[in-house]
């Protein structure tokens, strides 16, 4: 019976490593503005808007691609490709 349980839990973790990653999104009030990142589609994304502040975008998955230096009032946004296996970050920026 234990082997039973140990194959069942090892065919369950097989499927689940090769199943497609889900989309993932969230959106915060952070640094005065609205930011919303994810992954949908094959790729990171990260949005950013900030009325009354110069501003920016980042995702990094395994690469760096930003974009900075966005006027006030309108979205910062950026895209990368989602990798799978990988750990992606999404950041937002004020600039200085």
Partial sequence: ?????????????????FTP?????????????????GTSAGAIYSHYLHNTQCHGASVH???LYR??????GVWAK???KDWPM???HAYWHKCA
């Fill in 61 to 63: 998955n395994g690469k």
């Fill in 78 to 80: 950026v895209h990368a």
């Fill in 21 to 37: 990653a889900a989309a993932f999104a969230g959106s915060q009030l952070v640094g005065g503005g609205i930011w919303n990142y």
């Fill in 1 to 17: 019976m234990r082997f039973g349980r140990v194959l069942t839990t090892a065919m369950v973790a097989g499927v689940l490593a």
């Fill in 67 to 72: 974009v900075t230096n966005i006027k006030p």
């Fill in 86 to 88: 990988r750990v992606d």
